[in-house]
Every structure is written in structure tokens, then in C-alpha cells.
């Protein structure tokens, strides 16, 4: 069982489920430190995916710890990087700002004893008795945890999904777009899956904001692939997304200026363009 800890004064500034992820983040952050592990660009690092945040606290929800996660970044208290030994290994690495110490404080030893106003739970009361072999059992049950995630963690990159991309919103996207093919009992197989990565990398390049809308334009219609964002704009404005008709229709109408300005055929006397074309 997880224990879970968090500082109310930690909770009233950015939310519970933040604090929650914070403190987690930050235990394991100063236990790397503590065994002189995961340290680069200056700083200490811990790592987990989405996946395994959701096993250890079942009762978030897994957009709740995606939001969290971002929101956290966001506003400045941990930063993310990517410091896997293998560059298909998309995991995403965690590791606390200035402004996330700032906030949380020193690391909370055993030995320590949390404030009245700090919300924790009854077997964690345990873990912060002066009894040292309670406090023992409760670090060791921690280590051997930190240890099952890792294994986790390993076996998840065995596996590769191609749909663990390392970004949170992105990766609740795809999700979102797994889980209504096999509600429509069409699910994908992993070539599937690259295959639908490369589809979204080719109709929106490095545009992550794009990708999500694509494949929430797919879920929402229930379509079994990904297709470029629909638009009622279909002048140009938008260049390629323009439809192929529309372009072919526009390639046409260029030809028959260019065969006008080049006099025309023998049989096109008392010709006249359709009000419709005089503008164009």
C-alpha cells in the first residue's frame, strides 16, 4: 500500500492532487540524492510514467495526474527532461525547480515529525513514530516499492508501446483514440499504432496542439483513422488543407486563362465567361 503524504500549506497553493504528485516526486528526488544517483544537467532526477502514477494512486483519475503533472511544469515547480539510456525510451524524467523546493521545504526525513495541520494517513502516523524499527519497516516497504516501479518501468519499455510518447497530453490523446477502437472492436496493434504516429507527424509536423485536436476530431466522429482537421474556410486560407477538388477545380480554371491569353481556339468565337468566373 502507498503511503500517501502531503502538506496542507503545500494543497491551499496548488491543489491536492498537486501536492499529492509534488511530495511523490519530491521523496524520490531527495532518495536518488540521498544514494547519489540520476544526477545530471546539476540536478537530481526521478523518473515514472503515466501508467505507473495511475497504479499508485488508483483513486486519481489518470487525466487528473496528466493535468497535474502539466499544470506543475507549467507553473514552475519541477521541469522535465529526458535521460534514458535508449532513445526509443520515451519515459519522461522529473526533477524539482528552485520554486518546487521553495515550496515543499527540506526533505522530510523518518525521523521527522509532520505538523498538526498536515493531512496523512493512519499507517503513515506509524511511519513517523520515535519507534526506529517502525520507521525501518516503513522505508524498506518504500525502497522495495521504488524498485517494483522500476521493474515496471522496464517492462513497460520492453513492451514499447508506440502510443507512450512522454508527453502527457499527447499520450492522453492517443489513449483516448485506443480506447474508442476497441470500443468500436477495431483495436490497434502496435504496427498500427507507429503507423498512426506517422500519419499525425505527416498531416501536422512538430505540432503537438494539432495532433491532439486531429485525434480528438477522430474520436469524437468515431472514425478509424486520423484525417486532416475539417474546415469551413476552403479559399486558401488555410494552404494545403484546402480539399482536392477545390485545388483541381483552381489548377483548371488557370488553364483556361492561359489558353485565353494565348488567343484562344478558332471555335471559341462570341465566348463569354460566366458571371460566376469574371472575378477570378
Known amino acids: ?20 504528485i509534488l511530495n511523490n516526486l519530491h521523496y524520490w528526488i531527495n532518495h536518488n540524492e540521498a544514494n547519489e544517483k540520476n544526477f545530471f544537467d546539476g540536478c537530481y532526477w ?25 499544470k506543475l511544469e507549467k507553473d514552475g515547480y519541477i521541469k522535465t527532461g529526458f535521460h534514458n539510456e535508449n532513445s526509443w525510451d520515451r519515459t519522461k524524467w522529473y526533477a524539482l525547480t528552485d520554486k518546487g523546493y521553495a515550496l515543499v521545504g527540506k526533505p ?12 496523512f494517513t493512519q499507517k503513515q502516523k506509524c511511519s513517523f513514530t520515535q519507534s526506529k524499527k517502525c520507521s525501518f519497516t516503513q522505508k524498506q516497504k518504500s525502497t522495495n516499492k521504488q524498485i517494483n516501479t522500476d521493474r515496471e518501468i ?5 513492451n514499447n508501446d508506440p502510443f507512450c510518447t ?14 474508442m477502437r476497441k470500443k468500436l472492436r477495431k483495436p490497434l496493434t502496435d504496427r498500427a499504432k507507429r503507423l498512426t504516429l506517422g500519419k499525425l507527424e505527416k498531416l501536422a509536423p512538430g505540432n503537438e496542439e494539432m495532433q491532439i485536436a486531429i ?13 486532416r482537421l475539417k474546415t469551413e474556410d476552403w479559399k486558401g486560407n488555410r494552404g494545403d488543407e484546402m480539399p482536392r477538388q477545390y485545388r483541381e477545380a483552381e489548377k483548371a480554371l488557370e488553364m483556361i486563362k492561359q489558353y485565353e491569353e494565348d488567343g484562344g481556339g478558332e471555335d471559341d468565337e462570341g465566348f463569354e465567361w460566366p458571371d460566376s468566373l469574371k472575378d477570378h
Open 215 to 227: 485525434l480528438d476530431q477522430s474520436v469524437e466522429n468515431s472514425w478509424q483513422g486520423v484525417y
Open 1 to 20: 500500500m502507498e503511503v500517501i503524504f502531503f502538506k496542507s500549506s503545500v494543497a491551499k497553493v496548488i491543489g491536492v492532487t498537486g501536492a499529492i
Open 108 to 119: 522530510v526525513s523518518t525521523g521527522d515529525t509532520p505538523k498538526d495541520n498536515d493531512a
Open 154 to 158: 522496464q517492462h513497460s519499455n520492453n
Open 46 to 70: 526521478t523518473y515514472n510514467s503515466i501508467k505507473a502514477f495511475c497504479e499508485q494512486f488508483p483513486f486519481l483519475s489518470r487525466n487528473s495526474i496528466t493535468r497535474a503533472l502539466s
Open 166 to 179: 512522454g508527453s502527457p497530453a499527447l499520450d492522453d490523446a492517443l489513449h483516448g483514440f485506443d480506447e
